[in-house]
């Protein structure tokens, strides 16, 4: 699901607020943590778009969308991933709003209470050669600096970079924001980031890994096998495309690959073979979960590609 949400900057072009809200392969979008994300937005944006990716609390999402009262309710149909509901979101908030700039926030984010305000202030006085600009989850010294592999929760975007730029469906999930933010500053744009404590985010979710945990005295942020197929092999075609470096790459498999097999052992590491021998052979598109649990090794098999189930 993609919320977007238009904010004026006094006589400048409207500004949208875009809240990404996609439902996974095993999780709807958390009510109570929605209903704290519309309320700290109130005052601060005009026009609120969902787009729904079949999440099943439909109805819900409805309902919390026409009490706010400017809200237009978008569907896509399926889960189509967040880059291609993101990408018609955007598409549709530029075509009808003509925006300025784009914020875009995932299902496990809500901005704090000054945000709103601390950014619609940064983004007043950004040059014209700044693309992108993200907001952090973490304390910091509240500077602001280039940002190289940035992530789309927190992200304020030009809607005009966001229409070249994002997002690329054949990903589905992970590793899409980054190719977003490499698109950008190959159009010639800087991608900054604001080093303060402005964002509450959830990454992954959260398990007990042995050892880790024990270390680190309670459970850590965690993906599934199947997030781990996706980052494993979208990570991969990144490598091979020269979007990521070799480092970023090795640290993002050691870090999620390390916990998921102290946790799902064998699931694990066939999750990620299976990633990084797509990514090799640029299999893309969506591994539908009946084919991602039976972890087969036949090229292609079980995948949707662009084309066959992602609307353009």
């Known amino acids: 699901m993609v919320f977007i949400c238009i904010i004026h900057l006094s006589s400048a072009p409207p500004l949208a607020y875009v809240f ?6 095993d999780h709807n979008p958390d009510a109570s943590l929605l209903s704290r994300t519309f309320s700290t937005l109130t005052g601060f944006v005009d026009v609120i778009i969902m787009v729904d990716n079949a999440s099943s609390n439909r ?7 026409g009490s706010y009262g400017n809200c237009d309710f978008l569907e896509v149909g399926f889960n189509s991933g967040v880059a291609h ?3 018609i979101g955007v598409k549709y908030a530029v075509e009808r709003y003509n925006p300025q700039w784009l914020l875009f926030l995932d299902d496990d984010s809500t901005p704090l209470r000054d945000a709103m305000p601390t950014l619609i202030k940064i983004l007043r006085k950004m040059p014209n050669q700044v693309g992108a600009v993200r907001i952090s ?3 910091g010294d509240c500077r602001i600096y280039d940002d190289r592999y940035g992530m789309f929760s927190g992200t304020f975007i030009r809607s005009s970079v966001a229409l070249r730029a994002c997002c690329r469906d054949d990903f589905f999930l992970d590793q899409a924001d980054l190719d977003m933010y490499f698109r950008v500053r190959e159009l010639g744009y800087r991608t900054l980031f604001v080093n303060c404590k402005l964002l509450d985010h959830r ?3 959260k398990a007990w890994i042995p050892v880790i945990s024990h270390r680190y005295g ?3 942020d965690y993906e599934p096998p199947w997030r781990l197929y996706y980052i494993a092999r979208n990570s991969t075609v990144l490598l091979l495309e020269g979007k990521i470096d070799s480092i970023t790459y090795l640290l993002q498999l050691i870090n999620w690959g390390l916990k998921g097999i102290l946790r799902d052992r064998g699931k694990a590491i066939k999750a990620v073979s299976l990633g990084i021998m797509h990514g ?3 299999e893309l598109g969506y591994l539908t979960q009946r084919n991602l649990k039976k ?4 090229t292609g098999y079980g995948l949707v590609k662009e084309g066959q189930g992602f609307a353009a």
Do not use: E, M, Q, W
């Open 59 to 65: 109805d819900f999402l409805i309902r919390l969308c």
């Open 295 to 298: 972890y087969t090794l036949s």
């Open 137 to 139: 989850p973490g304390s």
């Open 280 to 282: 090799l052979l640029k």
């Open 85 to 87: 509901a993101l990408r």
């Open 20 to 25: 990404l809200n996609f439902h996974n392969c």
């Open 218 to 220: 309670g459970p850590v």
């Open 203 to 205: 990454l992954g979710v």
